[in-house]
């Protein structure tokens, strides 16, 4: 099972919105609504930021959005903030039973 | 409020068995509500499934490791466990217990725990 892709970096200024992207295939991404964001900060373990591509758990901004086209999901982050500066990680189910990640895309706070 | 913990050595022989343990508080690791999974970061690199379990039901692994791991639950401790076997220098990594996969959220997780696998 091949990893997601994600791009390696995005950056952002404060107050500014930024989205990462997570393509994958009909076998994973495009043919399941189980795609789920992680935000990690160095020396942490990653948080559950999305789930089930759109529903932000309890206690999550609502600045943290997702979304999904065809084999391709989105994490918007709007109103940029400092401490949103991390990696961030998607996930999906595949047709195997299987769970798969992207590669990470680190976002820069400018 | 749950709450997971990993213990087990840091360092590992290559060719050995690399065991990991999990310990749950503030709830029942024999609940249908959770499945309970392992996922690893190699110092410097992305997250890797490796399996989960859903107690007395099922379990799904990574096929790259599916030969070598194995995922079990013991509810008198309210633990659950990891075993790999014949561990080489690729497995050094962080290893994360967690709540949740394949098709589940990844909801819950543990601090983590460094294993090194070196001679």
């Known amino acids: 099972q091949s990893a997601l892709t994600q791009p390696a970096s995005v950056s952002g200024s404060p107050g500014q919105s930024i989205t990462i992207s997570c393509t994958g295939t009909s076998s994973d991404v495009g043919g399941y609504n189980y795609v789920s964001w992680y935000q990690q900060h160095p020396g942490k373990a990653p948080k559950l930021m999305i789930y089930d591509v759109t529903n932000r758990p309890s206690g999550v901004s609502n600045r943290f959005s997702g979304s999904k086209s065809g084999n391709a999901a989105s994490l918007t982050i709007s109103s940029l903030q400092a401490e949103d500066e991390a990696d961030y990680y998607c996930?999906?189910?595949?047709?195997?039973?299987?769970?798969?990640f992207g590669g990470g895309t680190k976002l820069t706070v400018l | 409020q749950l709450q997971l913990q990993e213990s087990g050595p840091g360092l590992v022989k290559p060719s050995e068995t690399l065991s990991l343990t999990c310990t749950v508080s503030?709830?029942?690791?024999?609940?249908?509500?959770?499945?309970w999974g392992w996922i690893r970061q190699p110092p410097g690199k992305g997250l890797e499934w490796i399996g989960s379990?859903?107690?007395?039901?099922?379990?799904f692994y990574n096929s790259s490791l599916k030969s070598r791991v194995t995922i079990s639950v013991d509810t008198s401790k309210n633990q659950f466990s990891l075993n790999l076997t014949s561990v080489i220098a690729a497995d050094t990594a962080v290893y994360y217990c967690?709540?949740?996969?394949?098709?589940?959220?990844?909801?819950?997780w543990g601090r983590g725990a460094l294993v090194t696998v070196s001679s």
């Open positions: 967690t709540t949740g996969g394949p098709l589940r959220p990844l909801d819950y």
């Open positions: 503030g709830g029942s690791i024999s609940s249908s509500t959770y499945y």
């Open positions: 996930s999906s189910y595949t047709s195997s039973s299987t769970l798969v």
């Open positions: 379990v859903y107690y007395r039901r099922s379990s």
